[in-house]
């Protein structure tokens, strides 16, 4: 396996200088760069514009801008943020922990509700329980992440009044200690429920599928029919071989907890990675842009990475060559 995972480590570095290359392609084509997005409207002249493009190599072809990010990417400098006047690694240092922290509980919630939810479907197959859940699946699948969080902020937060409507922490007011951690959960309520009512059900119909391939296997039924406890032919035996396919689901979520969700946390003001590089494509912060989609890139390569080992773990006849 360490051999293995060298192979793919180093196989990795070939593949993110080309995903490099095309990603600083595209950013490029796009009109306009930062000092357009923040002078543009300015009254300054296009002599000073043209000196401050200069002055940030702008002005410099393509492949001149690219080698020059690729050399300092290669030292640690992934850029300026202009949006914030700091180094792009202190601005997705600073964003992305918000992000993470929101992803990972609506991830863990995602899991505990959606597997024991979707075993009992695959069990009670086209019972009165397994119809509601895949309705309740498939709306949550149906609906627009920015249609859900503005009606959970009509129903908690507009009329019921019960949890905040936006923000991490509440303004204006100095807490610390458990204080300000209970303030920051109670923040967290409507923008982890809008995640995992959004995920629940594709993870739900998932386990449902795999449990279903499993408890029709010859094996199962000769559990059944040695006379052993349905709970622990389905607990036991089943879900644990169900549970291969599904790690690669779980491998695939890696990316997820750190990249942030766009819409939600912009909706719900939410400080994380996912609003900052939004507002970026505004703002034309191409640097940050740039950071951003190349760790997205890291990590889903890690991630596929990560999925392969598991499957070796969670099956000993798996060798990974």
Request: aromatic share 12%.
């Given at each position: ?10 196989i ?26 923040m ?11 043209a ?8 002005d ?5 801008r ?54 009992l ?5 086209h ?25 959970l ?19 204006g007011?100095a ?9 920051v959960a109670?923040h ?36 059944k ?8 032919i ?9 549970s ?5 689901f779980v ?23 996912g609003k900052i ?31 392969d080992i ?12």
């Amino acid at each position: 396996m360490k051999q293995y995972t060298i192979r793919r480590l180093l196989i990795m570095i070939p593949i993110l200088l080309g995903v490099s290359i095309i990603v600083f392609l595209l950013i490029s084509s796009i009109p306009g760069d930062a000092i357009d997005a923040m002078l543009g409207q300015s009254k300054s002249s296009p002599q000073r514009l043209a000196e401050i493009k200069a002055l940030y190599g702008f002005d410099q072809p393509v492949w001149k801008r690219y080698l020059a990010w690729l050399g300092n990417a290669l030292h640690g400098n992934f850029g300026f943020s202009f949006q914030y006047n700091q180094p792009v690694s202190e601005v997705i240092h600073a964003f992305i922990w918000n992000s993470f922290l929101l992803a990972m509980i609506s991830f863990v919630v995602e899991l505990a509700i959606a597997i024991p939810v979707g075993v009992l479907s695959a069990t009670k197959v086209h019972s009165v329980f397994d119809v509601i859940f895949t309705v309740v699946a498939f709306a949550g699948i149906s609906l627009p992440s920015f249609f859900l969080a503005l009606l959970l902020q009509k129903i908690f937060a507009v009329d019921l009044g019960w949890l905040p409507l936006e923000g991490m922490q509440s303004v204006g007011v100095a807490m610390n200690g458990w204080q300000s951690f209970g303030d920051v959960a109670l923040h967290m309520i409507l923008p982890v429920v809008s995640l995992t009512m959004m995920s629940m059900g594709g993870t739900m119909r998932y386990v449902r599928t795999s449990m279903l391939e499993v408890i029709h296997q010859d094996y199962i039924r000769t559990a059944k029919s040695k006379g052993l406890p349905e709970r622990v032919i389905i607990y036991k035996h089943a879900l644990k071989n169900a549970s291969i396919p599904i790690v690669t689901f779980v491998g695939g979520a890696l990316p997820g907890l750190f990249s942030g969700a766009m819409i939600t946390e912009t909706m719900f003001n939410w400080p994380g990675i996912g609003k900052i590089f939004l507002n970026s494509i505004s703002k034309r912060d191409y640097m940050f842009m740039m950071g951003y989609v190349m760790l997205l890139a890291v990590l889903t390569m890690l991630g596929n990475l990560l999925s392969d080992i598991l499957y070796s773990v969670a099956d000993p006849r798996i060798r990974l060559k």
